[in-house]
């Protein structure tokens, strides 16, 4: 679904910019925002978030002007605990036959600053969906301990085996970049609406599948480096607008 997301904002922009010089004649509605939210969903146990971003978008078309196309930088901070990361490569998970391993974190922590590609639906005076996703950017965070958890062991840490779990130093990979399946680091995916309140703040409410991943300082046997996991957080938060005044320009001319 989410590849689907990305492929159409791509295609969506590209095949239109031809048509944007075209009509170089008519006034181009643009959209600048800042937003603060929070996130929170639940999988076991509770996982929460809290980011910003700002962006800028740009109508394409030539009369109604209802779709727009633009880009943007986030910055946001995930926290959970009691997690399972799977071995994030498909190939070495389908090795072994009970399935992907894990490393069992009892916390985790982790910052993100990335850009991202956004599209905008204008569905009336004060209300648009966005759907947006990430290109890439960086991460921030402690690193952890890690229990290695094979499929071929019994997960239960309170055995008496000084032996298990075996554990392994890890930190978030570095480098964010989105290559849809096999992506490296943290990607977020996101839709929601924004409805105005005045004219300059709005609040926003959506959904989120945010994908977050640990590299281990040594490599794991059968299992390689990188462990991932993924979860869908309900988003809420407030925005503000740019280009209010710019906007209100624009119609009266």
């Given amino acids: ?13 590209m095949c239109h910019q031809s048509e944007a010089q075209i009509s170089s004649g008519y006034m181009k509605r643009k959209y600048a925002q800042v937003g603060v939210y929070g996130g929170f969903g639940y999988y ?59 490393l069992f974190f009892s916390k985790i922590q982790n910052n993100t600053f990335n850009a991202y590609l956004t599209l905008q639906l204008h569905i009336k005076p004060g209300v648009d969906i966005f759907v947006n996703t990430d290109i890439g950017g960086l991460n921030f965070a402690d690193r952890r ?10 997960p239960d840490f309170n055995t008496s085996d ?24 943290t990607i977020m995916t996101e839709v929601y609406g924004s409805f105005k309140i005045t004219d300059l703040v709005g609040w926003r409410l ?19 480096k990188r462990f ?22 624009d119609e009266m001319r």
């Fill in 206 to 224: 959506g959904i989120q599948h945010y994908r977050n991943q640990y590299i281990t300082v040594n490599e794991v046997p059968f299992s390689g």
């Fill in 44 to 102: 076991g146990n509770p996982h929460y978030a809290a980011g910003t971003n700002v962006q800028y978008t740009i109508a394409i078309g030539r009369k109604k002007q209802r779709v727009c196309v633009g880009g943007g930088i986030r910055f946001q901070s995930f926290f959970t605990k009691d997690r399972n990361y799977s071995t994030s490569s498909t190939e070495l998970a389908s090795l072994n036959r009970g399935g992907a391993d894990t």
């Fill in 162 to 185: 000084p032996n298990f779990p075996v554990e392994y130093s890890t930190e978030p990979y570095a480098f964010n970049l989105n290559l849809y399946d096999e992506s490296f680091g």
């Fill in 145 to 154: 301990k890690g229990a290695f958890v094979s499929y071929e062991n019994n």
């Fill in 1 to 13: 679904m989410w590849k689907n997301i990305a492929l159409i904002i791509i295609a969506v922009f």
């Fill in 228 to 249: 991932s996991q993924s979860q869908w957080m309900a988003t809420l938060g407030i925005t503000f607008d740019l280009r209010q005044h710019k906007l209100i320009f």
